[in-house]
Each structure stands twice: as C-alpha cells, then as structure tokens.
C-alpha cells in the first residue's frame, strides 16, 4: 500500500464525516494559533521592553552626583556632595581608556517661543556626543557641533514635534527661537524618535552643554553619560570612574549606575510571562488533542465494522493502524497549517494597530505548536484503532450492523 | 481442498459454555459447490467464517490446501484472506462512502496492486456482475441486489480459489436473488469452490453437496439433488403431493 493510497484512502474517510473533521480541525487551529500568538505576544512585550532599554545601549555607564548608596549616614544629611563638573566628565574622558563617548548632560525647563508661539520644553545641554550616545537621528539640518566644552554657542536642535509647534509648516533651519531669555539660532531637527523611559524625544531642545548650564545657572552637571566599546568592560570602566572622581573630590559622592541590574531583571519577569502564556496555550492545545481523540474515538467506534472488513479483505493489522494514523495526522496538520496561518493574520493585525509590537512567533513555538498538535493527533488517533485491530475480523463485523 | 479435523468453536459468556461448532470433521474437495443448511443458531456462519479465517476455532485443526492455518499469525491471515478467499456476507458490508469502484478496488489498494492495474480489473469485476454503468455510485444509490453483486465483485476481484457466501440472497427478493445465484453458479462453473450458507432449498438445489447442522455437529450429508432428504433432515418435510 502506497502513501498516496494511504493519503487518498484517510482523506476519504475525513470527508465521509465532514462535521465532526471540521470540527475537529477548527480545534487544533485554535489551539495551535493560542500557542503561537500568545507566545508571540510575550517576546513582542519583551522585545518592546528590552529595546526600550538598549536603544541608550547596554554598555552605558551613567554617573550622578550625590551618593545614593547606602553607605551610612541619612540621605539629605551631612555635607552636601561637591559640584560634578565639565572638569570631572573631562578627567573621565582622558582617565577611562575604554571610553567611547563621555557626555556631559545638564538639564532643565524653560519657555520655548517662536513669534507668538510658545511652550514649556525639557532643555538638554549637552555635546555633539549625545546623538551618538542616545542613538537620535537627525532629520534636518545638523546637531550640535563638537565644541571645547565650556564655550557658549547660542544654537539649538528642535525635536521633531516641538519644531513641528513651534514653525508649522515652515522651514525652522536658520530661524531664531526664544528659549528663556536667549536668542537661539534654530540648527537642526530631529527625526520623531517617541518616549523613551519617560522622556518624550520629540518635545525636548537640545543646546550646547556651556550654553545650558549658564541658561539655568548651574555649577553642577545633571550627570554624566559614559558609553564603552563593549559590556565587558563595564565593571572595569567603573571603578576607575569612582577612582577618579575620588581622587578629584576626596571623597566618592557620585552614583555609578549602569543598566544591567534593571534590564535584567524586566527580562527576566517578561521571560516568566512569556512561560506562563505558553503554558495557557498549551493547556488550550492539549484540549484540542483531546478533541483529535474524540473524533477518532468515535471514528473507530463507529468504524470498528469497517476496520473488521479491512481485515477480512486482506488488510493487516499495521496496514489499518496506518491508515487510522494517516487520517489523524492528516486532520491534526491542516489544523495546525489553519492555526499558524490565523496566528499570522492576527498577529498582523495587532502589529498594525499598536506599532510598537512587533509580533514575530517564535521559532521554537511554531515548531512546538505544530509538532504537538501532530504528535497528539497521532497518539490520540492511534490509539482507540489499537484496540480495534487486535480483534478477529468477524467480532469486529459483528460490533455494528454494517 | 478443505479439511476439517473435530473443530470446536465455543463461546464462553460467564455462565454455560455455548458450543457454535462441537466437532466438526469435513472435507471439501477443490472445485465443489456445497451448500450448508440448518436451523437458526445451528452454527453455520460460524463454520463459514472459520473457513474464512475470519474466526479461529477454539480446537481441533482447519488445513487449507494441506496448509495448518489455525496456528498462523494474524498478517499470515490477513494474506489468505486477501488472495485465496473470498467472502460475501448477508449483509453485503460495502463502504457506504466509497463509490461501487472503490469498493472493488479495496482489497486491491491493501494487497498492493499499482493504481492502473486496480482500475482495469475493477472494472473487469464490475463488467462481470454486469454493473459497469453503475461504476460512480454510492451503495446508497444501488438496490439490495446490485449492493450484493457489487460484494461478489469485491469478493472475486482478486480472483481466490475460494469463495465462501453467508445467506447471500436472504436480504434480496426472488429475481435479485437468481441474478446472484445465476452469477456464484457461473464462478463455480469457471472452478472457484464455492461454499454458500443458505436457509433457501431452491439454492441449496444448485450445490452438489449440501451440509445439514444442528447444534454445531454436522447431521446429515446429502446431495444436492435429494431435496426430499433434505427436508426431513430439516425436519420439517412436506406432505407429498
Ligand atoms: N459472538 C458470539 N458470542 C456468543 N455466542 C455466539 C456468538 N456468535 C454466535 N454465537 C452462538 O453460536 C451459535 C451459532 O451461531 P451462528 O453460527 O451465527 O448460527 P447460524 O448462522 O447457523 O444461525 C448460536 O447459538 C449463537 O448464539
Ligand atoms: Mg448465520
């Protein structure tokens, strides 16, 4: 017996009762499509998460001052920590030879105003460093350029929706814009970039770092962004940061953060979601097996008459149990194709209606839902036909009025 | 050739063992037609179906052409079942979702015959019990007597030495049933032995030999021709005219 008689003859007896193999088939899709999209849901949600995070880079060691540590003594109490200066990010440029990118940052809030038009932004002073360091991308015009840092430049670069605001419909390279009380020459836009932890990207005005601490009047950085050439050297780069700043300052009052504690941590409760959705979609799978089962229950109840006369034309024993098999392999595939293709289609779906959920199924969870869903249907549709071949061709006859 | 050697066949349903074959010695020549007849519950499909190897016998030997089949494994069954018996039940057991074609074509797809060839001698069956036009159709569509001769072309198709009839026409009236008979009669004539299972006389007539049963023990041997034998063998003979 050929595979395509085998092939030809399940196919026969699936289309012979067409209610039950469909019903049957809608249940291995479902449960194959549940596996595969919400699993596919839980990368997407980690996949946004960990972005979020990397999109400032992993290899990104971040210097505050005060020391939030608990080292002894209150928080608040005691001196106050010392200055953290364009000085201090100068030092740890030459004194960390990993150091890719030593930014500056400094901070603030001011009235942004262009003939009439006005509102609050977030002011960011900083060095040209920045767009590499923040991974931003220009849209027009160019950033801020490099410059010996405690010079004052009287240039800005808009985010893209507070240009948008600010010069609707118009060109804003070249313009000039009010930012407090300076006179700031429009240099560049950004591309829209969103919110990234917490800070919206698009509204905030990007000025030179000695332009921004003489603007809000500071002596002290709001902190120092240090990017290294590999997360490898993120544990070396930071004791030689604290080195540094303790020599500087006698004493250690900076706050050395990187990102890995956290990033891990999100990780690894969005990976234990990711678990806990497969683990429902599992349950919702091996109910469709169960159904496999039911149908071929049935199936080879009501066709144990059948199953006798296959024996009594010749047929042996493995030649029915495969055409048994055949016919819940064949049901559990298409219903598992049916459930990968709808999973598809409404992953679609949700990518298109919130963008920032890329739903790509895991490889493994495609691979599972379909192995399972095959492998039930061969277990499940196995094994009532066990039993059936077992007996003699006349007490298999005799179990229906055929 | 037949030989049966003191076959029992006894169920056993928790209580009294129930003998459907207490001891049967027979033997059937190669190319006999013999008719079996006997009451209701007298054991005559269960003799029918041990020759079929459909059954085993709870004892005693059953040789096939000198071959011991009793203690053969299951696929060794399934292969004389498949190419040296042939079988027709009462109840014509035909695939209700297979046309008349694959119906005849079944044995043929699990004996291994290639497609093209499958085709040919289905239809060469089908032509033979005359019901080539009705190839298509669904036993649904067919009337009792074409389903039956459907079954003998099922039955014949991968031409066995022995064909073995279970009260073939009790479900068909006179005229279907004498096309049935009518075509068993010209298998016989082209040299299959041909064992039947009849309640009829009028069909027990057209064998040469006819097997009377009573409690699974053969009671009477007489030839086809001696119907007033037959009768009070029966026990139940006509008053002569
Ligand atoms: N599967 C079975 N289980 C129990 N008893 C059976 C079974 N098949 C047949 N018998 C018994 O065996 C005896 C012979 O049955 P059977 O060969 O069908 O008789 P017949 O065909 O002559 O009417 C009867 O008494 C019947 O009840
Ligand atoms: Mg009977």
């Not at chain 1, 106050?80 to 990010?89: I, K, N």
């Not at chain 2, 000198?66 to 399934?78: F, I, N, P, R, Y």
Request: with cysteine; net charge positive.
């Amino acid at each position: 017996m050929s595979a395509l008689d085998l092939i030809a003859f399940a196919t026969t007896a699936l289309a012979g009762h067409r209610l039950r193999s469909a019903l049957s088939l809608l249940g291995v899709a479902i449960g194959v499509a549940a596996v595969v999209l919400l699993t596919a849901l839980g990368e997407a949600a980690r996949a946004y998460v960990v972005g979020q995070f990397e999109a400032l880079g992993t290899n990104l060691l971040i210097v505050i001052p005060g020391r939030t540590e608990t080292s002894g003594g209150l928080p608040g109490v005691g001196k106050p920590p010392h200055d953290l200066t364009l000085g201090d990010a100068e030092a740890l440029r030459r004194g960390i030879a990993q150091a890719r990118h030593v930014v500056p940052v400094v901070i603030g809030t001011e009235r942004v105003a262009h003939q009439g038009r006005q509102r609050d932004a977030i002011i960011v002073g900083t060095t040209h460093e920045f767009l590499a360091v923040r991974r931003l991308g220009v849209g027009i015009g160019g950033f801020l350029p490099p410059l010996e840092q405690r010079r004052s430049l009287p240039v800005v670069v808009l985010g893209s929706k507070l240009a948008a605001e600010l010069f609707p419909g118009q060109n804003p390279l070249g313009r000039i814009v009010r930012i407090g009380g300076w006179r700031m020459r429009t240099i560049g836009v950004l591309v829209p970039r969103g919110v990234q932890l917490g800070l919206n990207l698009d509204e905030i005005a990007l000025v030179p770092v000695g332009t921004g601490m003489r603007m809000f009047d500071r002596t002290s950085l709001f902190r120092i962004l240090i990017e290294l050439g590999a997360h490898t050297e993120l544990e070396a780069a930071r004791e030689r940061a604290r080195a540094i700043i303790r020599e500087r300052h006698g004493e250690e009052d900076v706050t050395c953060l990187s990102q890995d504690a956290v990033l891990g941590a999100f990780s690894s409760i969005l990976g234990a979601l990711t678990a806990a959705l497969a683990g429902i979609a599992l349950v919702s799978l091996s109910v469709a097996g169960i159904g496999i089962m039911n149908v071929m229950l049935v199936s080879v109840s009501e066709r144990t008459a059948e199953i006798g006369l296959l024996k009594a034309l010749g047929a042996r024993r493995r030649q029915v149990l495969a055409a048994f098999l055949a016919e819940a392999v064949l049901l559990a595939l298409a219903g598992g194709v049916l459930g990968l293709l709808a999973a598809a289609g409404a992953g679609q779906a949700v990518s298109w209606y919130v963008p920032a959920l890329q739903i790509r199924p895991p490889a493994w969870a495609v691979a599972a839902a379909l192995g399972l869903s095959v492998g039930a249907g061969a277990l499940f549709g196995l094994l009532p036909a066990l039993r059936a071949v077992r007996l003699d061709p006349v007490a298999a006859l005799a179990r229906a009025g055929g | 050739m037949i030989e049966l050697e003191e076959v029992w066949r006894t169920y056993r349903l928790g209580g009294e063992p129930i003998h459907a074959l207490a001891g049967i010695s027979e033997r059937i020549e190669a190319g006999e037609h013999v008719a079996i007849m006997g009451p209701s519950g007298s054991g005559k499909s269960t003799l029918l179906h041990v020759l079929g190897c459909l059954d085993r016998p709870t004892a005693g030997s059953y040789r096939l052409d000198g071959q011991d089949v009793t203690q053969l494994e299951d696929d060794a069954l399934a292969e004389l079942r498949g190419h040296r018996i042939g079988f027709v039940f009462q109840a014509y057991h035909l695939v209700a979702r297979l046309s008349a074609e694959a119906n005849v074509e079944l044995p043929m797809v699990f004996l291994g015959v290639p497609r093209g060839e499958r085709r040919r001698r289905a239809a060469a069956a089908l032509e033979a019990v005359g019901l080539l036009d009705r190839r298509r159709h669904r036993p649904a569509e067919l009337s009792g007597g074409q389903r039956q001769r459907v079954a003998i072309a099922r039955a014949t198709v991968m031409r066995p030495r022995l064909l073995l009839a279970d009260e073939p026409t009790g479900n068909l009236d006179s005229a279907a049933g004498a096309q049935v008979l009518d075509l068993l009669d010209q298998l016989h004539a082209e040299g299959i032995t041909l064992v039947v299972v009849t309640h009829d006389p009028e069909v027990a007539r057209r064998a040469g030999r006819v097997l009377v049963l009573r409690d699974g023990r053969v009671a009477a041997r007489l030839a086809g021709s001696e119907l007033g034998g037959l009768e009070r063998a029966l026990g139940r003979g006509k008053p002569g005219p």
